[in-house]
């Protein structure tokens, strides 16, 4: 019996650190994985009244890895749109980091988002329509990062088109 190696050879030969970047570069198919993969994509070009997909597991199931793939098959799907209209954008990905010490950051959250959205001047944008008395008490700028959340989040909900 012939045993044939996934792998080059002379990798065996290889110091760790090599082996290691080797196989960090390699994704290794799952059958899930494509599941989700042709699920999402056939909801995103085919969608009943869908707006939002939801993706969450454990660390390390591949939820980056399904993010990536989507999004690298979205934008070969509308090349031809992109290439016409290049200010289009086909998709906007971005990962919202865990909270730190149980505060979630709504300012980084939405800081991320716009620039998914490649939305200019996101750093300059300020709250200047809203009082510290129009929040909530669990919105007060003491639970979040900056006073300018509130402005952050209305940016990002004026880049999104009304849908009716």
């Known amino acids: 019996m012939t045993f044939e190696r996934p792998f080059p050879e002379e990798l065996l030969c290889q110091p760790n650190r090599i082996k290691t970047s080797y196989f960090k570069g390699i994704t290794v198919p799952h059958q899930k994985l494509s599941l989700a993969l042709d699920t ?6 085919e969608p009943a009244d869908t707006l939002v997909f939801l993706v969450f597991g454990v660390t390390g199931v591949g939820k980056t890895t399904l993010r990536l793939r989507l999004e690298k098959l ?9 290439q016409n209209n290049p200010g289009q954008i086909a998709v906007a990905g971005f990962e919202a980091i865990p909270a730190e010490r149980g505060l979630f950051s709504y ?11 490649r939305e200019v001047l996101v750093e300059y944008k300020v709250n200047y329509g809203l009082s510290e008395s129009d929040l909530p008490e669990w919105k007060q700028p003491n639970h979040l990062d900056s006073k300018d959340s509130p402005a952050l989040r209305r940016a990002m909900e004026k880049v999104f088109p009304i849908v009716s």
Do not use: C, H, Q, V
Not at 40 to 45: A, D, H, K, Y
Not at 107 to 117: M, S
């Open 40 to 45: 999402l994509l056939m909801n995103i070009l």
């Open 74 to 82: 979205l934008l070969e799907e509308f090349l031809s749109d992109l």
């Open 107 to 117: 300012k980084d959250y939405y800081t991320r988002a716009l620039e998914a959205l």
